[in-house]
C-alpha cells in the first residue's frame, strides 16, 4: 500500500532530468543505473562513473510532502550507495545510503531500492555515491518546491536554475585516493572546478562547453547553488550582479544581499538574481577559498555565463569578453565567515534551551607514526608519516562486514562500541602549538547513544593539529541550529553570550571557522545510525568522523522501520 502510494506520488510530481516521460519510464523498473560513461573534459576521455551517462547527473525535482522511490541499478565495477544529502529521513535510516554505515554497498551487479518522504523541507538538497570517492562523479541536484498549493515566501521567480560546483580529475578519481591510502601522503589536489559539470572558458579544450544560463531582462532567477565538490570550498560571484539569500540547505533564511557566496562542500545556497545589468554576457565564476596554510590546492577558477537574450551579438570578427566578478583572495576567511555568519532562520525558530547532551568534540587532522616494519613507500605523508584524522582523538573506522544500523538492529556484538568520548580524553590548547604527543590519535569503529528525545548541544572545535583548516562538518538525518561561531578555543563561560536562540540557521553542515569552533542543538527525535562528519572526502578517508547512535523511542512512530527485504548484505 505504501509503496503503490509512494509510486503514484512520484508519477504524479517528480520530474527527473526535467523529462517526466523519461521517468515515468524508468521510475518502475531500472530508474538510475550507475555506469561508466566516456566523458571527456580538458582534452582527455575519461571512463567515468555516471548515473544513467550523465554528468553531473539527473535533476530530482519533487514537492515537499513527496515520497520518493528509487531504483539504483549498479551497472559499475565499483561497490557504490547513493546518499540523500540532507534528507531527514524520518525513521528510513536504510534509505540514508552511507556505506557500511546504514547499509552494505550495492555491488558491481547488484540493486537497491530507496524510498523515503521529505518531510518539512523546501529549497534544495542534493544526491551524491557515498562509497569511496565516487561521488566525485556521481552527484545532482535534488530540488523541493513547496508543499502543493502553498507559495515560497519570496516572489515567485521567472526560472529556477540549479548551480553544480564539483571538482575534477584528469585521471581517475578512484585510483587518486586509493594511491594516496596507500602511500600515506595527501592525495592529489583536482585539475579543474566546474559548473553544472563544465569547467568553463580559462581552462584548455573547455570553451566550447562553457553552462551558459540564460535571463530575460528584468526577471528573477532562483539559482540553486551547490557545492558538490570534493575536497574545497568554493567562493562563487556574478559579474555586476548581487545575490539575494533566501534559503540554504533546505530551510528557509531570512533575506539578505551579498556579491559573493562561501559554501563548504555539502552545502546549498538559494540566491535570487536578478536581470538588472544591461542586456550582456556576464561571467558566473567560482575559486577556492582555501583556510589551511600552505597546503598544496587547486587554485583555477571555473566560469559559466549569464546570458541575457537580449544581448547584441557582436559584430563578425569581434571578440567581446563578458565581464568578469572579483572574487576573494583564496586565504580571505574575513569574507568567508562574514558569509556563514549572516544566515537567520526565516522565522522565529524553536531552539531547545534546556540541554540534556551537552558535547564537545575537536575535529581536525593528525599524523600517524610509520607502522613499525612498514615499508617507507607507505609512509609518505610529512616526515615519513602517513595522514590521519579523528574527532575527539578517535579517527573512524568503517566496519566492513556489517551496516553498523544492521549490527545495531539485529544486536550483532563486536561491530562498534559505543564509548565515543563526549569531550576530548585530553583537555589541551586546540588552536595553539599543540604538543607533538597529541598528533597521533587512536582508530575504532565508536559511536555515541542518544535516548530518543534527547536535547543536544554540540561544539565543535577546530584544532591546529598538522594544520588549521575551516571544516564543513555535516550530521546525517537531521538539521541543526548553528547558535554561534568563533575562532580560537570555544570558552563556555563568555561565548554563550554570542548564542543566537531566536533566529539561529537550520542546516546540515556547518562550516567549523579554520582554528575556530561552531556551536549546533538538535533534538534527537529521529532514531537511526547518523554518520557526522567533515564533508572534505580526503578528511572522511583519513578518519574525521563518528556517528550518533539515536535510540528507538517508546511508539511504533518514535522507531526505526523494519529494514527493506533487497537491502543489500555485506
Ligand atoms: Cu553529503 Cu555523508 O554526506
Given at each position: 500500500m505504501e509503496t503503490q502510494r509512494g509510486e503514484k506520488e512520484i508519477e504524479k510530481r517528480v520530474k527527473f532530468a526535467g523529462k517526466k516521460e523519461e521517468f515515468l519510464r524508468q521510475g518502475r523498473s531500472k530508474l538510475s543505473t550507475i555506469q561508466a560513461t566516456p566523458v571527456k573534459?580538458?582534452?582527455?576521455?575519461?571512463?567515468?562513473?555516471?548515473?544513467?551517462?550523465?554528468?553531473?547527473?539527473?535533476?530530482?525535482?519533487?514537492?515537499?510532502?513527496?515520497?520518493?522511490?528509487?531504483?539504483?541499478?549498479n551497472?559499475?565495477?565499483?561497490?557504490?550507495?547513493?546518499?540523500?544529502?540532507?534528507?531527514?529521513?524520518?525513521?528510513?535510516?536504510?534509505?540514508?545510503?552511507?556505506?557500511?554505515?546504514?547499509?552494505?554497498?550495492?555491488?558491481?551487479?547488484?540493486?537497491?531500492?530507496?524510498?523515503?518522504?521529505?518531510?518539512?523541507?523546501e529549497g534544495t538538497l542534493w544526491w551524491h555515491a557515498h562509497s569511496s570517492w565516487l561521488r566525485a562523479t556521481v552527484y545532482g541536484a535534488l530540488v523541493i518546491h513547496p508543499k502543493e498549493g502553498t507559495a515560497y515566501p519570496f516572489p515567485k521567480p521567472k526560472r529556477q536554475t540549479p548551480i553544480l560546483l564539483g571538482e575534477w580529475w584528469d585521471a581517475n578519481p578512484i585510483d587518486v585516493i586509493r594511491q594516496a591510502t596507500r602511500t600515506g601522503a595527501a592525495?592529489?589536489?583536482?585539475?579543474?572546478?566546474?559548473?553544472?559539470?563544465?569547467?568553463?572558458?580559462?581552462?584548455?579544450?573547455?570553451?566550447?562547453?562553457?553552462?551558459?544560463?540564460?535571463?530575460?531582462?528584468?526577471?528573477?532567477?532562483?539559482?540553486r547553488v551547490i557545492n558538490s565538490g570534493l575536497n574545497q570550498q568554493l567562493f562563487f560571484s556574478v559579474a555586476n550582479h548581487k545575490f539575494t539569500v533566501v534559503g540554504a540547505d533546505a530551510s528557509y533564511v531570512k533575506p539578505f544581499t551579498t556579491s559573493v557566496l562561501m559554501l563548504g562542500p555539502g552545502q546549498t545556497t538559494d540566491?535570487?538574481?536578478?536581470?538588472?545589468?544591461?542586456?550582456?554576457?556576464?561571467?558566473?565564476?567560482a575559486r577556492a577559498y582555501s583556510s589551511a596554510q600552505g597546503a598544496p590546492f587547486d587554485n583555477t577558477t571555473t566560469t559559466a555565463i549569464l546570458e541575457y537574450k537580449a544581448a547584441p551579438c557582436p559584430a563578425k570578427g569581434v571578440k567581446i569578453n563578458p565581464a568578469f566578478p572579483s572574487l576573494p583572495a583564496f586565504n580571505d576567511t574575513a569574507t568567508a565567515t562574514a558569509f556563514t555568519s549572516s544566515f537567520r532562520s526565516a522565522s522565529k525558530v524553536q531552539v531547545p534551551t534546556e540541554i540534556d547532551e551537552d558535547l564537545f568534540f575537536t575535529v581536525g587532522l593528525g599524523l600517524n607514526n610509520c607502522p613499525a616494519g612498514a615499508s617507507s613507500s607507505s609512509c609518505q605523508g610529512p616526515n615519513g608519516t602517513r595522514f590521519t584524522a579523528s574527532m575527539n582523538n578517535v579517527s573512524f573506522?568503517?566496519?566492513?562486514?556489517?551496516?553498523?544500523?544492521?549490527?545495531?538492529?539485529?544486536?550483532?556484538?563486536?561491530?562498534?562500541?559505543t564509548d565515543f568520548p563526549s569531550s576530548p580524553p585530553v583537555k589541551f590548547d586546540y588552536t595553539g602549538n599543540v604538543s607533538r604527543s597529541l598528533w597521533q590519535p587512536i582508530s575504532a569503529t565508536k559511536v555515541y547513544k542518544l535516548s530518543y528525545g534527547a536535547r543536544v548541544q554540540l561544539v565543535l572545535q577546530g584544532t591546529s593539529i598538522v594544520t588549521a583548516e575551516n571544516h564543513p562538518i555535516h550530521l546525517h538525518g537531521y538539521d541543526f541550529y548553528i547558535l554561534a561561531e568563533g575562532f580560537g578555543n570555544f570558552n563556555p563561560q563568555t561565548d554563550t553570550s554570542k548564542f543566537n536562540l531566536v533566529d539561529p540557521p537550520l542546516r546540515n553542515t556547518a562550516s567549523v571557522p579554520v582554528n575556530g569552533w561552531s556551536?549546533?542543538?538538535?533534538?534527537?527525535?529521529?532514531p537511526g545510525i547518523w554518520l557526522m562528519h567533515c564533508h572534505l572526502d580526503v578528511h572522511i578517508t583519513w578518519g574525521l568522523a563518528m556517528a550518533f547512535l539515536v535510540e528507538n523511542g517508546v511508539t511504533e512512530l518514535e522507531a526505526v522501520e523494519e529494514p527493506p527485504v533487497d537491502l543489500p548484505v555485506c
Open positions: 573534459r580538458l582534452c582527455n576521455m575519461h571512463s567515468t562513473i555516471t548515473v544513467n551517462g550523465q554528468f553531473p547527473g539527473p535533476t530530482l525535482e519533487v514537492n515537499n510532502g513527496d515520497t520518493l522511490v528509487v531504483k539504483v541499478v551497472r559499475a565495477q565499483y561497490n557504490v550507495t547513493i546518499h540523500w544529502h540532507g534528507v531527514r529521513q524520518m525513521r528510513t535510516a536504510w534509505a540514508d545510503g552511507p556505506e557500511f554505515i546504514t547499509q552494505c554497498p550495492i555491488r558491481p551487479g547488484g540493486s537497491y531500492t530507496y524510498r523515503f518522504t521529505i518531510q518539512g523541507q592525495p592529489n589536489a583536482s585539475d579543474a572546478y566546474t559548473i553544472n559539470g563544465q569547467p568553463g572558458d580559462l581552462y584548455k579544450c573547455s570553451n566550447q562547453d562553457t553552462t551558459i544560463v540564460h535571463v530575460d531582462s528584468g526577471e528573477t532567477n532562483l539559482l540566491v535570487l538574481i536578478t536581470a538588472n545589468q544591461p542586456p550582456a554576457r556576464y561571467y558566473m565564476a573506522v568503517l566496519p566492513s562486514n556489517f551496516s553498523l544500523l544492521q549490527a545495531h538492529h539485529q544486536g550483532i556484538p563486536g561491530v562498534f562500541s556551536v549546533i542543538r538538535f533534538v534527537a527525535d529521529n
